[in-house]
């Protein structure tokens, strides 16, 4: 955060939540109120051959340290631009023998670099590691016992030349990774493949319909000359209009389940209770939790069993998308879709978690007209459930515009594909890979529709021919990783 940036924001005491941040000036949809560097990251444990360690961008080639033979880089710019962090690191793994777990390694470079510069506040810092919540009092028996071994396993990795910190600021470190990790992703913002702490972001506090969005931004190292090159940071960007002296808030969790299962899950990773409005109002359950009305509405027995039906065969499905048989997949998704489809309404949370599991598998296996209706609904739902800023809305729309363009449905998926641009614009920026990617989709459907409008015969005609010499773009594999909140927690 630039010290012209702080002076957008405040930090204030929020009534019931302690500190906060507010709106020194007015904001607009897509204005990025302060974009922050990370104190410290860490690329996750499996990914640490298949990401770099500096801008955590997915590549296929990777440079290896040769001293460690552990970190990796896209380039010697990426090397050179670790080096200050990774310096401590590679000697420590060197004379450990070992590469401790990310949790030890990323408590390690926070503990580094307040060796470094001391834990106190650091420029552009509203806020000191030191200040940060660790909720260490609130820990149940379980978080305990992993303190303890996270500890042990930390203390052995710590080397003796290094500055020795006392028992409770290292429990505090991992108190503060607990529960303030924020999880970064590839260049694409599809896989999540990190975890770094982010100051300024941690003052910022939840409300389950916020006016704020978080984007993790890679930073671009393409540019020839070194100045003109832009580190990885995280951007808070606004929803919509705010007003100077209004708290910035941002969502902790999925706004995609009711407000109770929401509360619990933040008062079981995050150690507080939820009063936002519409949990307090428990606004937009009713869609969620939608069934069929009408002269055949189903009796409470009928919904119950349903319900049931769908828990379990969820459980099912991602067993089955974990060992990668995604017909099996598909198969368990028709026959809950047959039975859920003459019960719940279309907004009913459980028909859209199928709905969608259902058109990202099919479109994988390229079955892409059956994918294309079930994504249809799904979006339909989405968008009476979601904020029409809410970045899993634009990503879903997105998902859906593709599937339809691949099943030659071009006037569906322009439109989709123009909507999820305008919401990306918002959350995600220009410039951010995923917005430029969706513009390029964008203005070869608008051609493609052109053509299909001039001469439908003829559009067919040379889709056909252009497939033929051009391999149809492959799905991703689907993932079976379910984001379970805006920050990281250890699994």
Request: aromatic share 8%; proline share 3%; charged share 25%.
């Amino acid at each position: 955060m630039t010290p012209g940036e702080m002076e957008k924001v405040e930090v204030f005491t929020s009534e019931g939540k302690g500190r906060g941040l507010k709106a020194a000036k007015e904001f607009w949809a897509g204005d990025v109120i302060f974009a922050e560097p990370a104190y410290a990251a860490v690329v996750f444990d499996s990914l640490t051959h298949l990401v770099c360690h500096t801008c955590f961008k997915r590549q296929e080639k990777l440079h290896r340290c040769g001293q460690c033979k552990f970190a990796h880089y896209c380039d010697r710019t990426c090397q050179k631009d670790a080096w200050l962090n990774h310096k401590h690191e590679c000697s420590a793994i060197k004379a450990h023998g070992k590469v401790p777990n990310e949790n030890i390694r990323l408590a390690a470079r926070i503990m580094w670099r307040i060796e470094r510069e001391g834990g106190a506040l650091t420029e552009g810092s509203l806020v000191s590691i030191d200040d940060l919540q660790n909720h260490v009092e609130h820990f149940g028996d379980e978080e305990k016992k992993e303190l303890r071994v996270d500890v042990e396993s930390f203390l052995n990795f710590w080397p003796a030349q290094s500055q020795q910190f006392g028992m409770q600021n290292i429990s505090h470190i991992f108190g503060v990774i607990n529960c303030n990790g924020f999880t970064l992703s590839d260049q694409r913002g599809l896989q999540a493949v990190g975890v770094g702490i982010f100051p300024n972001l941690c003052l910022v506090n939840h409300d389950c319909w916020p006016n704020c969005t978080v984007i993790f931004n890679n930073g671009n190292h393409e540019a020839v000359r070194s100045m003109f090159h832009t580190q990885m940071r995280i951007e808070l960007r606004a929803l919509g209009k705010i007003s100077p002296g209004e708290e910035l808030t941002v969502s902790y969790v999925d706004f995609l389940n009711v407000s109770e299962e929401r509360r619990q899950q933040l008062k079981k990773q995050y150690y507080f209770d939820c009063t936002c409005e519409h949990c307090q109002k428990g606004i937009k359950d009713d869609l969620m939790l939608a069934v069929k009305e009408g002269e055949n509405k189903p009796s409470q027995d009928v919904v119950k069993e349903v319900l049931q039906f769908s828990k379990d065969t969820l459980e099912k499905i991602n067993k089955a998308r974990s060992e990668g048989i995604y017909h099996e997949v598909v198969k368990l998704c028709r026959e809950c879709l047959k039975k859920q489809e003459p019960v719940l309404g279309e907004t009913n949370i459980y028909l859209l978690r199928i709905l969608s599991i259902a058109s990202e598998v099919l479109s994988y296996l390229q079955m892409f007209e059956e994918a294309a209706g079930y994504a249809k609904r799904m979006v339909d739902g989405y968008t009476k459930i979601y904020h029409p800023n809410n970045a899993q809305l634009g990503m879903a729309v997105m998902r859906a515009g593709v599937t339809h363009w691949h099943a030659s449905l071009i006037e569906a998926g322009h439109g989709m594909i123009c909507k999820a641009y305008a919401i990306l614009l918002v959350t995600h920026g220009p410039t951010h890979p995923i917005t430029k990617d969706l513009e390029v989709m964008r203005v070869q459907s608008e051609m493609e529709l052109r053509m299909f409008q001039q001469n439908e015969f003829m559009y067919y005609k040379m889709r056909e021919a252009a497939l033929k010499n051009q391999k149809i773009q492959v799905m991703p594999e689907p993932t079976n990783e379910v984001s379970s909140g805006l920050f990281h927690t250890k699994q």
